[in-house]
C-alpha cells in the first residue's frame, strides 16, 4: 500500500462511538488494513505489546465482552490507542458507561461522557460558542420559569434555597446574569418585579441538536434524582411498555406532542389569572427498546403460530379429571334444585 492510500483510510472517531467495544474492534480492523501489505501487519498481539500486556489475546476477549477493563487497563488500552488527555478522559467515561449495571450509574457516566465530548467540539470550534452561550442550562430553565411562581425573590441566597441546594451559587449567579443581560428577564422600574421579556430558545431550529439534547439530559437526570428524594406524594412517576406499530408509534408521538401543547397552554391561561406555587418538571418520553425483528424470524414465528394454531389441543391428565369434577358438580347441583 503505498503512503497515498495509507493516507486515505481515516481511523475510528472515539467521538461517534457509545459503545467502546464497537470502538475497539474498528480500531484493530483500521490498524489491519492500513498495515496488510507490511512485513508485519498489526495483530492482537502487537496491541498487547504497545499496551504492556502479557496476553497476547487480550484485546480480542475485551472486544468479544468475555473480559471487562479495569481502571489500570483502561490507561494501559489508552496508551495503546494513541489517545491524547482529554481523549482518555472521554475512554473511561465511555467504558464506565458501557460495564455500569445500574441504570442510575450508567446515567452519571452519560452525563459526564456528553459534557467532555461538548467541551472537546467548543474547544476544537465544531460548536460555536455563542450558540452555545444561547442554551440556557437547568438552573437558568428553572430560574426563568420561577417567574411565575407566587413569593420569589431574585438574589441568589433565596433562589439557593428554593431550588434545595441542587445549584451552587456560582451558577446560580451566572444563569441570572445571563437571563438578565441576554433580555429573557428584566426587572420592572416601577415594581421592581422580575418579568418576562421574550420566549427562550426563540429561534430553536438554529439550534445545534447535540445543545438541546444537553439541556433536555440534564432536566431527565433531575427526574431521576426526584425519583429517590422525593416522597411518593410528591411525585408522580409511571411507566408503560408496549409493542406499537409504525404507524402506531407515530400516533402516539402526535398524541404526547398534543398533550404536551394543551398543559402548556392551560398553565399559561391560568398564571394570568395568578401565581404558582412550586415548580414542576415534566419530562415526557417515548423510545424504542428493542428492534425490528428480521424477516427470517418473523416468518418462522409465524409459521410456529400457524402449526400451533392447526395442531389438536392434547389435554393433561390433571386437565381432564379437572373438567370431569367440573361436570359432577354441575349435576350435583341441579339435582338439588
Known amino acids: 500500500m503505498s ?3 495509507k493516507n486515505s483510510i481515516l ?7 457509545l459503545d467502546y467495544r464497537l470502538f475497539l474492534q474498528d480500531f484493530y480492523h483500521y490498524k489491519k488494513e492500513l498495515t496488510k501489505n507490511d512485513l508485519r501487519p498489526y495483530s492482537y498481539q502487537l496491541f498487547s505489546a504497545a499496551a504492556n500486556i502479557k496476553s497476547p489475546n487480550y484485546l480480542k476477549m475485551i472486544i468479544e465482552g468475555q473480559r471487562n477493563l479495569s481502571d ?4 494501559k488500552f489508552a496508551k495503546a490507542l494513541s489517545l491524547n488527555k482529554e481523549q482518555i478522559e472521554e475512554f473511561l467515561h465511555l467504558v464506565k ?3 455500569a449495571e445500574d441504570t442510575t450509574e450508567r446515567n452519571v457516566y452519560l452525563k459526564k461522557l456528553s459534557e467532555v465530548r461538548i467541551n472537546q467540539k467548543l474547544k476544537s470550534g465544531e460548536i460555536d460558542r455563542r450558540i452555545w452561550e444561547k442554551i440556557p442550562n437547568w438552573v437558568a430553565w428553572v430560574i426563568y420559569a420561577m417567574i411565575d411562581q407566587e413569593g ?3 438574589d441568589v441566597h433565596s433562589l439557593k434555597a428554593l431550588l434545595r441546594n441542587k445549584a451552587s451559587d456560582q451558577e446560580i449567579e451566572s ?5 438578565i443581560s441576554s433580555g429573557e428577564i428584566r426587572k420592572d422600574p416601577i415594581t421592581g418585579e422580575m418579568k418576562r421579556a421574550h420566549n427562550l430558545m426563540d429561534s430553536a431550529e438554529e439550534i445545534p441538536v447535540a445543545l438541546v439534547r444537553k439541556l433536555q439530559m440534564q432536566l431527565m437526570y433531575i427526574g431521576l434524582e426526584s425519583l429517590y428524594q422525593e416522597a411518593p406524594q410528591e411525585r408522580e412517576f409511571g411507566t408503560l411498555t408496549l409493542s406499537l406499530t409504525k404507524e402506531e408509534f407515530e400516533e402516539t408521538k402526535f398524541k404526547l406532542r398534543q398533550l404536551r401543547k394543551s398543559l402548556n397552554k392551560d398553565n399559561a391561561i391560568a398564571r394570568k ?12 418520553q417515548l423510545f424504542p427498546v428493542t428492534d425490528v425483528a428480521k424477516s427470517e424470524a418473523l416468518t418462522a414465528g409465524k409459521m410456529l403460530n400457524a402449526d400451533l394454531a392447526a395442531a389438536p389441543v392434547k389435554k393433561s391428565v390433571q386437565d381432564l379429571a379437572e373438567e370431569a ?4 358438580n354441575l349435576f350435583e347441583t341441579e339435582g338439588q334444585l
Open 11 to 17: 481511523p475510528p472517531a472515539l467521538s461517534d462511538y
Open 97 to 99: 458507561l458501557n460495564q
Open 152 to 154: 420569589v425573590v431574585f
Open 273 to 284: 389569572e395568578k401565581k404558582g406555587e412550586r415548580i414542576y418538571q415534566i419530562n415526557i
Open 325 to 328: 369434577m367440573k361436570a359432577a
Open 175 to 179: 444563569a441570572l446574569n445571563s437571563l
Open 3 to 5: 503512503a497515498l492510500d
Open 72 to 75: 489500570d487497563m483502561i490507561l
